[in-house]
């Protein structure tokens, strides 16, 4: 499974922000998908996760109530849509797929494809 990530830009606080990531090359089909972001001198974090099917998401705390993930399997692409952005969200943003289980989804170690990285830029 290939991955890519794209959407990143610069955008003021309060703003929004559309990530997408899309999948190619094997079937897509049963990899589940999660978000993640990482900044300079610090490990990568979790942000959101998203089955398969769809029918259930998770969130860290800090971009609950902003974030929602959503997919269209048709074609092969999962979406984070950021709202109320905040300068704490600067980050390259990362999407990672793995097959079946949600155990452990917040772990990137758990995943085992990524997409290349879009920067996220929220200026105050």
């Known amino acids: 499974v290939q991955l890519q990530a794209s959407g990143g830009g610069l955008v003021q606080a309060g703003g929004y922000l559309r990530l997408s990531c899309a999948a190619s090359g094997r079937a897509f089909s049963g990899y589940a998908t999660g978000w993640f972001r990482q900044v300079p001198g610090k490990e990568r974090e979790f942000v959101a996760y998203i089955t398969w099917s769809g029918n259930s998401t998770y969130y860290a705390d800090s971009v609950k109530g902003r974030f929602t993930a959503s997919r269209d399997n048709a074609k092969s692409t999962v979406y984070l849509q950021m709202n109320s952005l905040k300068p704490e969200d600067t980050a390259v943003y990362y999407c990672?797929?793995?097959?079946?289980?949600?155990?452990?989804?917040?772990?990137?170690?758990?995943?085992?494809?990524w997409g290349q990285g879009t920067l996220v830029t929220v200026s105050s």
């Open positions: 990672g797929a793995r097959y079946g289980t949600t155990i452990g989804y917040n772990s990137p170690r758990m995943y085992n494809y």
